[in-house]
């Protein structure tokens, strides 16, 4: 399955409801300080607005809450790994994204065999503090020769106007956050990013 190189992530249904018929074919669900309860009808709202959009969701984090609610693709941080079950995630059959900030984690990430490996941040964010600086290009190109033929995706700090470089030095994919959720238009700025990575299809 080859997925979209346009890769938002939201941190409510709601989100998906508004821009998801806009022409997203990738979003990750992203939530945050809910109650397991208002989790999981936070994934199943997901879950049934991508499914009436021909739209792939990946859930970050709640990985038992995916296999329960039929999900097919779930996210984990190099935190989120220590507690999950990734046997369990497999035998689901769901399918595995992991986040990457340096070699070592890119080599545990490797040994699970995901179907993307994410890299961030590629420029500095204001999402949440990191240990890390900013990865740069060369990171990105890097990356890709390191993962070969796993989907790559950038992440952190992006936006429209670097869209393009970092698909240039290698990305397969470009995630992004606040440039849409925080930007004044985020349908007219959803619509720019469509546009924009439609070239990398």
């Known amino acids: 399955m080859k997925l979209n190189p346009f890769y938002p992530i939201l941190d409510n249904a709601d989100w998906l409801e508004r821009l998801v018929p806009l022409g997203i074919k990738l979003v990750q669900l992203r939530s945050k300080d809910l109650s397991e309860a208002e989790t999981r009808q936070e994934i199943i709202r997901s879950r049934d607005i ?29 935190e989120d790994l220590d507690d999950a079950d990734v046997k369990a995630i497999r ?69 429209v106007e670097r869209a393009p470089g970092v698909l240039q030095a290698g990305a397969d994919i470009v995630s992004v956050v606040t440039d849409i959720t925080l930007n004044a238009d985020p349908e007219k700025r959803t619509r720019e990013w469509i546009d924009v990575t439609r070239s990398a299809l």
């Open 50 to 78: 991508c499914a009436k959009h021909d739209c792939q969701l990946i859930v970050n984090d709640y990985w038992q809450i995916a296999i329960d609610e039929g999900c097919d693709y779930v996210h984990l941080g190099q």
């Open 91 to 159: 035998a689901a059959n769901i399918k595995l994204g992991i986040s990457t900030h340096d070699h070592a984690e890119l080599e545990r990430a490797l040994s699970l065999d995901p179907d993307y490996v994410a890299l961030g941040p590629v420029y500095p964010t204001i999402l949440k503090k990191m240990k890390w600086t900013e990865q740069g290009l060369d990171r990105v190109t890097e990356w890709k020769t390191l993962v070969g033929d796993i989907p790559l995706v950038g992440i952190g700090g992006l936006s």
